[in-house]
């Protein structure tokens, strides 16, 4: 029994297939294929149920499978032991963040890191939060920047920082006249939305504690997963919308002046750090936590004075 053969079981588990398996594991599908068999004869068992499409793991197979990722990331701990050791961080990280983050955020923390730490690659992908969570328990990736709290006791989340919506408003509408919005100011018959599958959209409404979609008010919906088409729509066709506070960097001052903020306790989006509660790697997600964290404006650390929005909407 190798590590190897238990990261080709673990691989046909994870995408229940032999080809995107090979694939992912940069070998061919018989070279694949032959180990997994050599094992499934060396414990005397079947692993895989292959008569199956999508193939799935046997009874035993399932029990087998579950000890081989402890194994694997007990092993994997050796070589973050001997990192730690050099003092150095280095390795493969792997991280997921929600596209209404990954604009707003990254630009401020990815040249800094790659040059502080240049022995790591790290491979980043924008996804919605459910495809984020799915591919963390499936350990396709080593960490999510989500908002929370997720609720998932298979999780562990680290808050990082409180971000604050705001109202961008035209100067059509009513908010426009006010200094600061309340929660029952707003009519959600006016705001432009996020499409579903987005945590921004369930929050923007227990904001506005509607729980309608702006469909079922207005003649034209339209569908964007964008935060800057929020905001042209905004400012070609009236109504307002809610945004993360980090979007508000590039504005133009003619459009900060379209910008209104919550009356405190302001809804703010907590974002965390996300991992499998079974995680490794502890060094390489430290070091990118610190580097967030230096790139934050300190009021965003501060919980007082916050209302953290649910991402989820009550039925």
Same mark, same amino acid.
């Given at each position: ?29 018989? *070279? =694949? $294929? ?8 060396? =414990? ?6 292959? $008569? ?5 793991? *046997? ?28 003092? #150095?961080?280095? +390795?493969?990280?792997?991280? +997921?963040?929600? &596209? ?22 790290? !491979?980043?992908?924008?996804? &919605? *939060? ?32 409180? #971000? ?12 426009? !006249? ?11 018959? !006016? ?10 959209? %369930?929050?923007? =409404? ?6 309608? *979609?702006?469909? !079922? ?5 339209? %569908?964007? +997963? ?10 070609? %066709? ?28 302001? &809804? ?15 060094? =390489? ?21 916050? %209302? ?8």
């Amino acid at each position: 029994m190798t590590t190897v053969q238990l990261e080709y079981i673990v691989a046909v588990d994870t995408y229940r297939s032999f080809v995107i398996a090979a694939e992912k594991c940069f070998v061919t599908q018989p *070279t =694949l $294929s032959m180990q997994i068999q050599k094992l499934e004869d060396e =414990l005397g068992v079947k692993i895989f149920d292959r $008569s199956k499409l999508p193939v799935i793991p *046997t009874e035993i197979g399932i029990e087998i499978i579950a000890q081989s990722r402890i194994i694997l990331k007990e092993n994997g701990k050796i070589k973050e032991i001997i990192g730690e050791h050099k003092k #150095e961080v280095q +390795g493969h990280l792997r991280v +997921g963040i929600i &596209p209404t983050l990954a604009p707003y955020l990254l630009p401020r923390i990815l040249t800094g890191f790659m040059k502080k730490y240049p022995k790591v690659k790290l !491979e980043i992908w924008e996804y &919605p *939060t459910e495809q984020i969570i799915q591919q963390l328990k499936q350990e396709q990736l080593d960490c999510g920047l989500l908002a929370t709290p997720l609720h998932n006791p298979n999780l562990d989340e680290q808050p990082l920082f409180y #971000e604050s919506f705001v109202v961008y408003t035209a100067k059509t509408n009513s908010l426009f !006249e006010k200094k600061y919005i309340k929660p029952e100011d707003i009519d959600v018959r !006016e705001v432009w939305l996020l499409n579903e599958g987005h945590c921004m959209r %369930n929050q923007v =409404l227990n904001i506005c504690r509607d729980k309608f *979609t702006m469909g !079922e008010y207005k003649n034209l919906e339209y %569908n964007t +997963g964008s935060v800057e088409t929020l905001k042209r729509m905004v400012d070609l %066709n009236a109504g307002f919308t809610i945004l993360p506070e980090l979007s508000l960097q590039e504005m133009s001052a003619r459009q900060m002046n379209m910008v209104r903020y919550f009356k405190a306790p302001e &809804p703010v989006r907590e974002i965390s750090i996300v991992t499998h509660r079974f995680f490794i790697k502890q060094a =390489l997600i430290a070091a990118f936590k610190k580097e967030i964290l230096a790139h934050v404006p300190e009021k965003m650390k501060i919980q007082k004075n916050k %209302n953290i929005v649910e991402i989820t909407v009550d039925k």
